[in-house]
């Protein structure tokens, strides 16, 4: 509700304008009333109204002097004019104060009415541009982070130039950083990202990625200045700098203006301590690792640009180096001025054709060598290289599963498989990944080529059966063990075995022991738990679950079932 002063020194004025106007009809309420200018501006001080009537001439101060002091006082209050002087000067004074009209006494109340409907109107417009104003500075308040990283990002990507417009936008979003300053920029690449994708629901990995973003926050506060910020998916991009002022670290990370940083020549040395706590705390606090890429040092945020480029290149090196390393464009063993060549090395009909023959063959060791060759010959392609390389695996596995539709070996092991390599490919990050899962794939195939072509299929499942016979008391006996007795992968053993009998070496095992289980039981001698440590488990407990489940009795129950 709007409030209403009447400032008039005829007693008949105020009264009428006080009793005989409906005000609430205009959302208004009547505050009070001054019979002088002097009075009516204490009462303006103390009522702060939004509306005021006022007579022009009064006796002490008139109406536009009152009106000259309120305007440079409250320049919102809305100021209307009741005058009995139709004086053009007076109307002139009025609009010179910005009176909202005036007003001729008599009071017309027609005329008032339109008249205060009409301030209405504009103090509602003014509450209304008011309250939408509040609205975006507290949206834009909302919004600052995103647009901090906004600004951030372009930084890394474009750099900024010098001028007053660059530093007018650094101190809007309170980044403080000097334009000149000795700047780096590191990029912290978190290892095999995918699978953390797959662990989390979509609210739980903006939370995780914002630990990760505040534990990097953090640690650069501890050691130099600056921010960071989440680019890519995976990727936290920081720009930091050590100015000419800048507190040195002493010790153990304690601040200490003007003091030179004990164990660290200059900022450089601190920059990989930096990187080094990063890569730490992110291991011991999120249980993740990363790899961390750093540019070269600039002079300005204009130049930050190349230091991004560095640093991302230094970090995407981690595909043929490894994870979990601190990485430079040095680490890299790269001449910063060479020049990639493309086309230096292609997986040609040549190639595929020696692959493919040697998996015809099914020579292990030929294929081993010549995997080999291969990945030391995609480790070269170092720009652009990962991708190429998914690309050659992608052809081999297709080469692959023709190879063995041709043969009639494929089956729905061997498609679920090919299904899941198909999946992970895209999920490996170094070249050593990719190796192992193209080999093991292959390896697989080789292995069925070669026990077809020799027929020792049945001989080596005759051989795992031997080993089960001979070592099912032993209660760490797996396919693993099996396998490495009979110098093939467990994957291979387990294909091969099912393939041959139906069943699956653990299912083979766990049928092997129960017999052996019965037979003891038939002896009264042999306590329970005597026979369960006698035909591999440790647990009584489990092996009695086991037995039920593939007797249909306890193994109690079964003993008394054959003395009866």
């Not at 690309?391 to 081999?396: A, F, R, T």
């Not at 729905?412 to 999920?427: A, D, H, I, P, Q």
Request: with cysteine; charged share 30%; net charge negative.
């Amino acid at each position: 509700m709007y409030k209403l002063l009447v400032v008039d020194d005829e007693p008949a004025v105020r009264l009428g304008l006080r009793n005989y106007v409906d005000w609430g009809q205009f959302d208004i309420r009547f505050v009070g009333e001054a019979d002088d200018g002097d009075t009516g501006l204490e009462a303006v001080e103390r009522l702060m109204p939004d509306i005021v009537l006022t007579d022009v001439r009064m006796p002490n101060m008139d109406g536009i002097t009152l009106s000259k002091e309120i305007r440079k006082r409250f320049p919102d209050t809305k100021i209307v004019f009741v005058s009995g002087h139709d004086d053009s000067d007076y109307l002139k004074s009025a609009m010179k104060v910005s009176a909202v009209d005036y007003i001729l006494k008599p009071v017309n109340l027609q005329e008032l009415r339109t008249v205060i409907a009409r301030v209405v109107a504009e103090l509602q417009e003014v509450q209304t541009e008011r309250r939408m104003t509040q609205q975006m500075q507290a949206k834009l308040q909302e919004s600052m982070p995103l647009l901090r990283e906004k600004f951030l990002l372009s930084l890394i990507l474009n750099g900024a130039p010098r001028g007053g417009r660059t530093q007018e936008r650094l101190d809007f979003l309170g980044l403080g950083l000097p334009y000149n300053a000795a700047y780096w920029v590191i990029v912290v690449s978190v290892d095999r990202f995918a699978d953390i994708v797959e662990k989390y629901t979509e609210r739980d990995l903006q939370i995780f990625c914002y630990a990760i973003q505040n534990v990097c926050q953090e640690v650069v506060r501890q050691y130099l200045q600056g921010s960071v910020f989440e680019h890519r998916s995976g990727e936290f991009v920081g720009i930091v700098y050590a100015d000419q002022g800048h507190a040195c670290l002493t010790g153990a990370g304690q601040a200490s203006a003007g003091s030179t940083p004990i164990g660290y020549d200059d900022p450089e040395e601190l920059l990989f301590e930096l990187a080094s706590q990063l890569r730490d705390h992110l291991q011991r606090f999120l249980r993740i690792s990363v790899t961390i890429g750093l540019g070269d040092r600039v002079s300005n945020l204009g130049e930050l640009a190349g230091s991004y480029e560095q640093a991302r290149e230094a970090a995407a090196g981690k595909w043929y180096l490894g994870q979990n390393q601190i990485l430079t464009m040095d680490s890299l063993n790269l001449d910063k001025r060479e020049t990639f060549d493309e086309r230096s090395y292609r997986f040609d009909s040549a190639e595929s054709g020696k692959l493919i023959s040697i998996l015809k063959g099914g020579e292990p060791r030929q294929l081993g060598l010549a995997l080999d060759e291969l990945f030391d010959r995609l480790a070269r392609q170092r720009r652009g290289g990962l991708k190429y390389s998914r690309n050659v695996i992608l052809q081999i596995v297709l080469l692959a599963g023709q190879l063995m539709l041709e043969l009639n070996l494929a089956d729905e092991e061997l498609e679920r498989r090919e299904s899941w390599l198909w999946e992970e490919l895209f999920k490996q990050e170094t070249i050593a990944e990719l190796r192992q899962l193209l080999e093991t794939y292959l390896q697989e195939v080789c292995g069925r080529i070669g026990e077809r072509r020799s027929g020792r299929a049945s001989n080596i499942v005759e051989r795992v059966r031997a080993i089960i016979e001979r070592r099912y008391a032993d209660n760490k006996l797996t396919v693993s063990e099996i396998g490495r007795e009979v110098y093939l992968t467990d994957t291979y053993i387990s294909l091969l075995f099912k393939q041959e009998t139906g069943r699956t070496v653990n299912e083979w095992l766990t049928q092997y022991r129960m017999e052996k289980a019965k037979e003891l039981l038939a002896n009264p001698t042999y306590k329970l738990y005597d026979i369960c440590y006698a035909v591999g488990y440790a647990d009584p407990s489990y092996f009695s679950k086991l037995f039920k489940k593939v007797t249909g009795l306890t193994p109690s129950v079964y003993r008394e079932t054959r003395h009866i």
